[in-house]
């Protein structure tokens, strides 16, 4: 049932958020397989459509605009080998991870309120420190705070949505019809980074794969495959983080995790979980190749306009149905928000005020 409802993931704007808040009383197998059998999945509306989701935010931007110019084939094998050899880099971490990652923890948690700001001033820094992009974070910010301050039963599908979804289907094309890719292939240090970069985000609040990948390509500008393979390799990484500090950290920085934290399992339940979970995983993403073989050709058959409609209205339709009205107020703010952001040419990252600014707050008051 697991790996069923991670086939969903093919389903834009249907996250796992979104799934287990229809199922309050799923149990642990099922939460961990629908969590790593999703992620491979949901790159597939990602790279055709340009959606972003909660597994492939920034880097459905780079590999749909490599989509756009005829090279499909080469943006979904970026984003499978990124999540193939970040979970690979995973598993090498998870021996030292699983030794020493409490002792690390309990250091800098006392720090923690400081290391999101040093993350942020980098950002900052890192675009010359510009007045409208501080604006634009602490706007962001406010209506993070607001979201969660409203009686939702997630708010985060409402708020993603309108952050990064419909502007992304309103900002789209038309797919090319070639396969061929460009020459190379995504580097090993990309793979290699992301799995210690999405390792390390377990150990703060609010540090999403998108946020650390963009830290991560100021240091070293890569091209738009490596970009892609990096961000995929820092999600797989950080799924499997996620789920392994439940035992190790003692704490939870997503709703399936949430759940397996409630569940109170023991290291080694936890431990036949991640097994079935990467096996899950494994499956997947041999499922996607073969889907790879024709959905380039059906997703070139369909028109944008045609498209676009039935985004939205899957957009409208899952906030309607997790929250009502209150749903699409978020949701349309959120969307208004964005788009006035991009007309300014803001870079889509400090949308993640939403998240970090909250997260920073609520670390200082502590």
């Given at each position: 049932?697991?790996?069923?409802?991670?086939?969903?993931?093919?389903?834009?704007?249907?996250?796992?958020?979104?799934?287990?808040?229809?199922?309050?009383?799923?149990?642990?197998?099922?939460?961990?397989v629908?969590?790593?059998?999703?992620?491979?999945?949901?790159?597939?509306?990602?790279?055709?459509?340009?959606?972003?989701?909660?597994?492939?935010?920034?880097?459905?931007?780079?590999?749909?605009?490599?989509?756009?110019?005829g090279?499909?084939?080469?943006?979904?094998?970026?984003?499978?080998?990124?999540?193939?050899?970040?979970?690979?880099?995973?598993?090498?971490?998870?021996?030292?991870?699983?030794?020493?990652?409490?002792?690390?923890?309990?250091?800098?948690?006392?720090?923690?309120?400081?290391?999101?700001?040093?993350?942020?001033?980098?950002?900052?820094?890192?675009?010359?420190?510009?007045?409208?992009?501080?604006?634009?974070f602490?706007?962001?910010?406010?209506?993070?705070?607001?979201?969660?301050?409203?009686?939702?039963?997630?708010?985060?599908?409402?708020?993603?949505?309108?952050?990064f979804?419909?502007?992304?289907?309103?900002?789209?094309?038309?797919?090319?019809?070639?396969?061929?890719?460009?020459?190379?292939?995504?580097?090993?240090?990309?793979?290699?980074?992301?799995?210690?970069?999405?390792a390390?985000?377990?150990?703060?609040?609010?540090?999403?794969?998108?946020?650390?990948?963009?830290?991560?390509?100021?240091?070293?500008?890569?091209?738009?495959?490596?970009?892609?393979?990096?961000?995929?390799?820092?999600?797989?990484?950080?799924?499997?983080?996620?789920?392994?500090?439940?035992?190790?950290?003692?704490?939870?920085?997503?709703?399936?995790?949430?759940?397996?934290?409630?569940?109170?399992?023991?290291?080694?339940?936890?431990?036949?979980?991640?097994?079935?979970?990467l096996?899950?995983?494994?499956?997947?993403?041999?499922c996607?190749?073969v889907?790879?073989?024709?959905?380039?050709?059906?997703?070139?058959?369909?028109?944008?306009?045609?498209?676009?409609?039935?985004?939205?209205?899957?957009?409208?339709?899952?906030?309607?149905?997790?929250?009502?009205?209150?749903?699409?107020?978020?949701l349309?703010?959120?969307?208004?928000?964005?788009?006035?952001?991009?007309?300014?040419?803001?870079?889509?990252?400090?949308?993640?005020?939403?998240?970090?600014?909250?997260?920073?707050?609520?670390?200082?008051?502590?």
């Open positions: 049932m697991g790996f069923g409802l991670g086939v969903l993931g093919v389903i834009p704007f249907l996250h796992t958020n979104t799934i287990l808040a229809f199922l309050p009383e799923a149990s642990p197998l099922l939460v961990v629908l969590a790593f059998c999703h992620l491979p999945f949901e790159s597939l509306p990602a790279v055709f459509f340009g959606v972003p989701s909660a597994g492939h935010g920034l880097n459905a931007l780079p590999a749909h605009q490599l989509v756009r110019q090279h499909a084939r080469a943006a979904l094998d970026a984003v499978l080998v990124g999540i193939v050899g970040g979970t690979v880099s995973a598993l090498a971490l998870g021996v030292a991870f699983w030794f020493l990652g409490a002792g690390f923890y309990r250091g800098i948690k006392p720090l923690t309120e400081w290391l999101l700001l040093a993350v942020l001033v980098v950002v900052w820094f890192s675009d010359g420190w510009r007045l409208r992009h501080a604006a634009a602490a706007m962001f910010g406010a209506l993070g705070f607001f979201t969660f301050d409203l009686p939702l039963r997630e708010p985060l599908f409402p708020l993603l949505s309108g952050l979804g419909i502007p992304a289907v309103l900002y789209g094309g038309r797919v090319e019809g070639r396969v061929a890719g460009p020459p190379g292939a995504v580097p090993f240090w990309a793979l290699a980074s992301g799995g210690v970069l999405g390390f985000s377990v150990f703060l609040p609010a540090l999403s794969p998108s946020l650390l990948g963009s830290i991560a390509l100021l240091i070293v500008p890569a091209g738009a495959l490596t970009v892609v393979g990096l961000l995929s390799a820092i999600s797989s990484s950080r799924l499997f983080f996620d789920f392994l500090g439940v035992w190790v950290l003692r704490t939870a920085r997503s709703a399936p995790t949430v759940a397996l934290q409630d569940a109170a399992l023991s290291p080694a339940d936890g431990v036949i979980l991640l097994a079935v979970g096996v899950g995983l494994l499956a997947s993403v041999a996607v190749v889907l790879a073989r024709t959905w380039p050709d059906a997703a070139r058959r369909l028109r944008p306009d045609v498209l676009s409609g039935a985004l939205l209205l899957l957009a409208l339709a899952g906030a309607w149905a997790l929250d009502g009205g209150w749903g699409l107020f978020v349309s703010w959120a969307t208004a928000a964005s788009l006035v952001a991009l007309r300014q040419r803001i870079p889509r990252k400090y949308a993640l005020g939403a998240l970090v600014l909250p997260a920073l707050v609520h670390a200082w008051a502590a």
